[in-house]
């Protein structure tokens, strides 16, 4: 069995202000759907900074081989990606996003960035997922709450958008940032993380359980339910079996496969949550990077995998999902000394899903001339991410412009909604 567990965090701004931002959530107009939709969103961190120029190619921008050389894609030959238009091509390690791409399921969003301009990790991702506009203190993230809005919203309108129980989901063994919060978040930890337990033992612990502690007898028994549903397959409104993949797997592509399968289980379950998170580590590339073949080739190619799993595991659901995939920050334009990028600043992000308005790549492209690379080195950001984050929260869920710029992404008012990401 691997573990699973419920987490009620309660963050310092949330104590300080949650009571008046839900208020005031209520009260703001909403957004009007189509009855029949059910949203899911699957919010995908990749940790480590990936490299936005490898990840879809600016082959059509002649400053390019200039700054890549032998390490550039191409349009054609040994490099060639897969093409997007006719400036854009993809890494070749992800056909699967390109097939979605094709059917206009998805969409590439490119020279973005959280507004951090350092090149600290840590600073970055606490950036990316706190949604504020600088590095500080807090323990809430933008994610979780927009989980509080959807239960306000659930509250206010029963039966109608949000129809599922207003949780948030979290895979992995630690509930990150972007989902900590005072909304109610399901975690399970993958089977990598956790230790089997027989149905025997399964058995007496629930008798011991019983007698002894109810509160912990009924987590236990919700734990085991959610396991099935990850494991087993096994909840209204989800496929009963999962594709399996032929030939057997890397044991990496296969680690990035699993966690999609779970998620996929648990948010297109009938009665589960709506809004997860996952990560993926491993996307520092400072040095051998192989961006065509090796190890940025292969975790491309797992992530690819994941998408696929998730976007067939989801079965009927997929017409109301969105997928959205981010990193912290880019690499340098330039190849460094160990044939790798360093920390960066603008970057790409993912957009898929069947509710996307996709089969394009939206970039006010900047240039990667000398003069227009931000410090002399970084694909210059064109547009803010939380813009992009704001376009899919507010057209796919429902979340007001007021409610997305003074709680969910705080002190941003000057940072506009992204239109026309959502069908």
């Known amino acids: 069995m691997t573990a699973c567990k419920e987490a009620h965090l309660i963050s310092r701004r949330s104590i300080l202000g949650g009571a008046v931002s839900l208020s005031l959530w209520g009260a703001l107009p909403r957004r009007s759907h189509a009855g029949s939709r059910d949203p899911r969103l699957l919010t995908v961190i990749l940790r480590g900074g990936l490299d936005g120029l490898w990840l879809a190619s600016p082959t059509g921008d002649p400053d390019l081989e200039r700054l890549r050389g032998r390490f550039a894609m191409t349009r054609s030959g040994e490099s060639a990606g897969l093409p997007l238009d006719a400036f854009f091509v993809l890494n070749p390690a992800m056909p699967y996003f390109h097939g979605l791409y094709q059917k206009r399921e998805a969409l590439i969003v490119h020279a973005v960035a959280t507004p951090y301009r350092e090149r600290s990790h840590f600073d970055g991702q606490d950036v990316l997922e706190s949604g504020l506009p600088s590095v500080g203190r807090v323990e809430d993230g933008w994610l979780n709450r927009a989980v509080s809005g959807l239960a306000v919203e659930a509250k206010a309108n029963p039966g109608g958008l949000a129809k599922a129980s207003p949780k948030g989901l979290a895979m992995g063994a630690v509930v990150p ?23 025997s033992t399964i058995a007496r612990l629930t008798d011991l359980y019983a007698e002894t502690d109810p509160g912990l007898a009924k987590a236990f028994a919700d734990g085991i339910a959610l396991d099935k549903v990850a494991t087993a397959g096994g909840t209204a409104g989800v496929p009963s079996k999962l594709p ?21 289980r648990f948010l297109g379950s009938a009665d589960g949550p709506r809004i997860g998170v996952l990560s993926y580590n491993g996307w520092d590339t400072h040095a051998n990077a192989g961006a065509i073949k090796g190890q940025l080739a292969n975790r491309l190619g797992g992530l690819d995998a994941a998408i696929k799993a998730f976007a067939e595991g989801i079965g009927p659901a997929w017409k109301d999902t969105v997928v959205v995939i981010v990193t912290e920050f880019g690499r340098t334009a330039r190849i460094n000394g160990t044939e790798g990028t360093d920390h960066g600043t603008a970057t790409a ?43 899919v929260l507010r057209d796919h869920i429902g979340i ?9 992404f705080p002190s941003s008012g000057s940072v506009i909604a992204l239109d026309g990401l959502i069908a």
């Open 244 to 264: 399996t993949p032929a030939p057997p797997q890397p044991p990496l592509v296969r680690e990035f496969v699993d966690t999609a399968e779970a998620a996929a």
């Open 349 to 391: 992000a993912l957009i898929m899903g069947g509710g996307v308005k996709g089969g394009r790549v939206v970039a006010d492209w900047p240039g990667l001339s000398e003069k227009a690379l931000h410090q002399a080195r970084d694909l210059r950001p064109t547009r803010d991410l939380r813009s992009v984050l704001k376009g």
């Open 177 to 199: 940032l972007v989902m900590r919060g005072p909304a109610s978040v399901l975690t399970w930890i993958p089977q990598t993380f956790g230790i089997p337990l027989r149905e």
């Open 400 to 408: 007001p412009d007021r409610a997305l710029a003074e709680v969910v």
